[in-house]
């Protein structure tokens, strides 16, 4: 167990950028931040308090935590919360974005599919697991096209509802690129419906946010969910 503590990571917190600053307050404005309080803890510090409370979860459902298959496990779940699936609560690993200057007077919709997106239900702490459809009208800006994937995985790495994920991912790109004009559609299969509940196996949840153009022109917003 102390070799994974000791292999953890004391990487400094970055400082938060002016896009990711501009992203939180817009969301800030609008309601649509996901709920979060500053607890003051450093990384190590939720690392070491998660896979504490972890081991007494799985002391308490009666697992035997000196099995070496077990052993590891609060903090392998304690690193992957704070590193990876839940990395996107920390603003300081938004995605460095480059927005660009529209010189070549692109003025077609842009649109990427099949956009691979795993997050977490913040009902049940299980997977969400789909993939998201994004389409912008460049303006005075543009984007390079795998940040528009570093965005929507930032967002979906923290504990979420799939309504909130899909509104968030609009207003980050709307306050990055300047523009109304952004839309975003999210299929996705709950674990917790399909493993926990109803157990249905097979139904899918589709979230839509439109802005612009795609709301106010019926032939694009067509366009887009074709
Ligand atoms: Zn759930």
Avoid: W
């Avoid at 896009?19 to 190590?44: C, Y």
């Avoid at 896979?51 to 392998?76: K, V, Y």
């Avoid at 009208?137 to 795998?146: D, F, N, Q, T």
């Avoid at 979906?156 to 975003?184: H, K, N």
Wanted: charged letters at 25%; glycine letters at 4%.
């Amino acid at each position: 167990m102390d070799a994974v503590v000791a292999n953890y990571p004391t990487h400094h917190r970055d400082a938060i950028s002016d896009d990711a600053r501009r992203v939180r307050n817009a969301l800030l404005e609008r309601g649509l931040e996901t709920p979060l309080i500053d607890n003051g803890l450093n990384r190590e510090e939720k690392f070491q308090r998660i896979s504490d409370a972890f081991t007494e979860i799985t002391r308490t459902l009666g697992l035997d935590l000196t099995d070496d298959s077990l052993c590891d496990t609060p903090d392998r779940i304690a690193k992957m919360y704070v590193d990876e699936i839940f990395a996107g609560l920390d603003y300081g690993e938004f995605p460095k974005v480059a927005v660009i200057d529209n010189k070549m007077q692109v003025e077609e919709m842009v649109l990427i599919d099949d956009i691979d997106l795993v997050s977490t239900c913040e009902h049940h702490f299980v997977t969400i697991d789909g993939s998201a459809r994004v389409a912008y009208i460049p303006g005075e800006r543009i984007i390079g096209l795998s940040k528009i994937n570093r965005i929507v995985r930032f967002f979906a790495q923290r504990p979420q509802v799939q309504e909130r994920l899909t509104q968030q991912v609009l207003v980050a790109l709307q306050t990055l690129l300047e523009t109304e004009d952004v839309a975003i559609t999210i299929n996705a299969t709950h674990y917790c419906v399909k493993a926990r509940g109803v157990m249905d196996s097979n139904s899918s949840t589709r979230t839509t946010a439109l802005g612009g153009a795609f709301k106010s022109i019926p032939s694009t917003r067509a366009e887009f969910l074709r």
